[in-house]
């Protein structure tokens, strides 16, 4: 094996194990995927969902409408890795979450557009 081919697939082992080590400290939004519209039916709720952390009890899950998170829509304690918020209205949003003890993930903007009709998907 070539000398470049050995140090490539040391540095991408060493990424690898590095890329593990912050997903085991911290919880990291996964859906919505941020900076994402949403175009959903109305009434249709929406689901958050996270990574799961070793050893955390409890995940504590915020949404906003503003990304300061100084007025709260949702401020959910759950042990489970995803909630489910319904009766959202259209608009941006901003959602966060952490483990007990952890700080916050980075936070996830989305927008949602409500449309009034049924979905015509079969």
Not at 14 to 37: K, M, N
Not at 59 to 74: E, G, P
Request: with cysteine; aromatic share 8%.
């Amino acid at each position: 094996m070539r000398r470049s081919t050995i140090l490539a697939i040391r540095n991408l082992a060493v990424a690898v194990l590095c890329a593990i080590a912050v997903a085991a400290d911290g919880v990291d939004l996964l859906a919505p995927p941020d900076r994402v519209t949403l175009r959903m039916n109305k009434g249709v709720p929406v689901t958050f969902t996270w990574t799961a952390t070793s050893g955390a009890p409890q995940y504590r899950f915020q949404l906003s409408r503003l990304s300061d998170f100084s007025d709260l829509l949702v401020d959910r304690e759950t042990a489970e890795t995803s909630t489910v918020i319904r009766d959202l209205g259209a608009g941006r949003y901003y959602g966060r979450c952490s483990a007990r003890g952890s700080a916050w993930s980075p936070t996830h903007e989305f927008t949602l557009v409500v449309v009034d009709r049924p979905s015509t998907r079969k």
